[in-house]
């Protein structure tokens, strides 16, 4: 699954921003962060964990190839990914609880590393 959610296909995504070359490097940029922040929830890690901090610092680091959000935003960001179907949707593919597990962990990271 895209971090584009359901409601849009990757070409047409592609036909309209980039490239579908490209479009398939973004996703599976987003797939590898997903799938790890994923496998460390279901091995029961905290949200707290230094792990789980480093894969949101690479969460972190993907999204500052489309924007460079501050504190606030990214928090922000994280809340949609609970509140927005399309991006609870996406997340919760990967695992139940994903959503939820990445917007608190983005909480944490966001704290400690932006101002």
Not at 3 to 22: D, L, P, R, T
Not at 49 to 54: N, P, S
Not at 81 to 90: C, G, K, L, S
Request: net charge negative; with cysteine.
């Amino acid at each position: 699954m895209s971090m584009f959610g359901e409601s849009h296909s990757s070409a047409q995504y592609a036909s309209q921003h980039v490239n579908a070359e490209k479009y398939d490097e973004y996703r599976r940029g987003h797939d590898h962060i997903a799938v790890n922040i994923a496998d460390l929830m279901k091995a029961g890690k905290p949200i707290g964990d230094a792990g789980v901090q480093l894969w949101i610092g690479k969460h972190y680091e993907y999204v500052c190839q489309f924007w460079t959000p501050n504190k606030i935003a990214y928090k922000s960001l994280a809340l949609t990914y609970v509140m927005d179907p399309a991006f609870n949707a996406t997340y919760e593919a990967y695992a139940e609880g994903l959503a939820k597990f990445i917007q608190t962990a983005i909480n944490i990271w966001a704290e400690e590393n932006l101002q």
